[in-house]
């Protein structure tokens, strides 16, 4: 270590310290004199050898647990999440507001479409959640109700889920079609009733829980864990549902599994602001000088406050569809930047579809 | 009162899917047996420095059975501290455990809630057990550390769908590797132990056949077998002989103690493989 080598002549300055130990002492300083270095030909860096926009290399791997339906594991850097999809169904007499639809099981039409996603929304079909303390950072320790990032992030992708419309509703209806009943008797009495009868209905729904569990945390947890519930989702295999009248519950057949419809491929870029001035505390005239950090780290994250998040799907044909823009915490960003950042999330989208394989 | 907290999802109850092939017909142990030598462990895979934010960490993963469908245990263990208690705490001459076992939502047949049920904390209590006998606590008075595990995935048989009573045996060999893995990170994190401590899992097991006797194997998985009647979880320290955390479970006939000791001998054999495969992971570590 630098701090225990005496110099062998000369008087020394006593104390030197490493990089690393300058970074933990005083970071806002530290990461400012990094990203403005003192000659023009050298490159702006981050203390964790990136320059302002790079992100970390994303890993996805799928199907690696062999009890949900379906799974992934991310990791970008030294974020680590995993995520698992259990289906579990919900039959619609557990449903108190349910109101039968006049939809057929061929229906595919735009309206039934809207119909499936309002479904989602009212019987509460996804159910994502994540869990930050597993201790993947030391101010993360079980024990104690979520944290209040946990509970942000579990309902901002709550919402994604919803708002870009990424499960198809349709497949997780469990139909039944009545079979008549050929009793003599009651063959022209009822005649009429029972062809009404013979329309299929739905029965249950299938409920995702999507649950995710960080192993290690290490900044940006909403890209990963929306990277992570994608790639869950897309791995997703629902058994064979039937609904038995016998005995008035759904029951599955194994080996005939049908893969989840997951539209689109949207993917959330995150990126935080870090001010040359802390606190804001700018004289008149004087210019707050800022820098953008894409997919910042844990240290990064705690000296920003202005962070913004922008979700993009280029999956349709090309074009750029813009799911969601999310920035919070300060004045910096405007609409300039989120232009300019929307092609930035551009740039991490081909990044995670490669990544994802598909 | 539903958890505010967290997205509980819908209102009503949902159901595990069912299977139509468990309809009413006795369970049939399908396929062949445990075709592992009764002394012979799982392949173990395990590695330190997955959390890097934490002061210790490793996962430990066993492999799964070679039928389709069993997974392998899968643990990830992160520690944290030694760090000063809060000021609230009474003062401690020595360091001060906690250890927290946590199965994933998603890491059994049944999903787990997110708080922690009676048989986790159990499993939390054998674990503090097992690692207070390893750690040198007088070198830290006035700290407390962190054990933190999170069962990914726990063994169990995706396809016998009917629950067998396996829960409890399956316990047994979490705890066994709950015990290595927080070894793993304890060494990860710096913390002085006298020794290395493994955990071995020894059973008596009755296999499926009308002339067969009961036998004992190590690191059971309990589908593999007819019947359980009695299994022990062992912490055992090798270079000193000890046994810091015995756990025995089961139904033996009172008569024959010799039966009993012969359990815990496999246990400490097991632990003694497991302990192998825990130096070699810290010495490739620390190379």
């Known amino acids: 270590m630098a701090t225990a080598s005496p110099a062998p002549s000369g008087p020394q300055p006593s104390l030197t310290f490493t990089r690393p130990v300058f970074a933990k002492l005083s970071p806002h300083p530290y990461l400012l004199r990094t990203l403005s270095p003192d000659s023009p030909d050298q490159q702006p860096t981050r203390n964790n050898g990136r320059a302002p926009h790079q992100s970390r290399p994303i890993q996805i791997n799928t199907s690696s647990l062999s009890q949900a339906h379906g799974s992934s594991l991310v990791r970008t850097g030294d974020t680590t999440v995993i995520c698992g999809v259990r289906g579990e169904l919900l039959p619609v007499t557990a449903i108190p507001q349910f109101r039968p639809h006049n939809g057929t099981l061929y229906d595919q039409d735009e309206g039934d479409e809207a119909r499936a996603r309002k479904e989602l929304k009212d019987y509460d079909l996804l159910v994502p959640n994540i869990e930050l303390a597993t201790g993947c950072a030391p101010q993360f320790l079980p024990g104690v109700p979520p944290t209040t990032l946990a509970q942000t992030v579990s309902t901002r992708v709550f919402s994604l889920l919803h708002g870009a419309g990424v499960v198809d509703g349709r497949g997780l209806r469990v139909w039944f079609t009545p079979e008549s009943k050929k009793e003599a008797g009651d063959m022209e009495v009822e005649g009429e009733e029972e062809r009404e009868e013979q329309k299929p209905q739905v029965v249950a729904y299938w409920v995702l829980y999507i649950d995710l569990l960080f192993v290690s945390f290490d900044g940006n947890p909403f890209d990963a864990a929306w990277a992570a519930v994608l790639a869950a989702l897309k791995d997703t295999k629902l058994p064979m549902a039937r609904w038995d009248p016998d005995r008035e ?17 949207p993917v959330a870029c995150s990126a935080a602001v870090f001010l040359e001035k802390e606190h804001g505390e700018v004289g008149r005239g004087e210019r707050n000088r800022h820098w953008i950090l894409l997919d ?4 990064e994250e705690e000296l920003c406050k202005e962070v913004v998040t922008v979700v993009v799907d280029c999956s349709d044909g090309g074009e750029t569809r813009v799911r969601s823009i999310e920035k919070q915490g300060g004045t910096v960003i405007g609409r300039e930047l989120i232009r300019g950042f929307v092609g930035v999330a551009e740039g991490r989208w081909r990044e995670v579809k490669e990544a994802m394989g598909n | 009162m539903a958890d505010r907290r967290r997205i509980n999802g819908p209102p009503g109850a949902t159901m595990a899917p069912v299977f139509e092939d468990d309809a009413g ?3 049939i142990k399908n396929g062949k047996g445990r075709d592992r030598a ?5 392949k173990t895979f395990l590695k330190t420095g997955v959390t890097p934010s934490a002061s210790g960490s490793a996962y430990l993963e066993f492999e799964g059975s070679s039928k389709s469908g069993v997974s392998g245990l ?3 263990c992160t520690v944290h501290g030694p760090r000063s208690l809060p000021r609230s705490s009474p003062f401690s001459p020595h360091i001060v455990l906690s250890a927290h076992v946590k199965y994933a939502p998603f890491a059994t047949k049944q999903r787990r809630g ?13 674990l503090e057990t097992a690692l207070r006998g390893a750690i040198i606590a007088d070198r830290w008075p006035k700290s407390g550390v962190d054990i933190i595990i999170s069962i990914i995935e726990g063994d169990q048989d995706r396809e016998t769908s009917k629950s067998q009573g396996d829960e409890t045996w399956d316990m047994m060999n979490v705890l066994s590797g709950c015990i290595t893995v927080a070894s793993a990170a304890l060494a990860d994190a710096g913390i002085d132990c006298v020794d290395t401590v493994a955990g071995g899992v020894a059973a008596l097991v009755q296999d499926a056949g009308e002339d067969s006797t009961p036998r004992i194997v190590v690191d059971p998985i309990p589908s593999d077998h007819e019947k359980v009647l009695g299994a022990c979880c062992v912490a055992y320290l090798p270079t000193r002989d000890e046994v810091t955390n015995l756990w025995f479970k089961g139904d033996l006939p009172a008569a024959d103690a010799g039966l009993y000791t012969q359990l815990v001998e496999n246990g400490i054999q097991a632990s003694r493989t497991a302990n192998r495969v825990l130096v070699e992971c810290l010495g490739e570590a620390t190379s």
């Open chain 1, 249 to 265: 519950m759904v029951i599955c057949r194994k080996g005939q599994d049908t893969r989840l419809n997951v539209r689109g491929l």
């Open chain 1, 296 to 299: 910042p780290d844990r240290s």
């Open chain 2, 25 to 27: 017909q006795p369970e």
């Open chain 2, 38 to 42: 009764p002394n012979v462990i799982r």
């Open chain 2, 74 to 76: 899968k643990l990830s």
């Open chain 2, 114 to 126: 997110y708080l922690r049920d009676p048989s986790e904390r159990d499993l939390g209590t054998h």
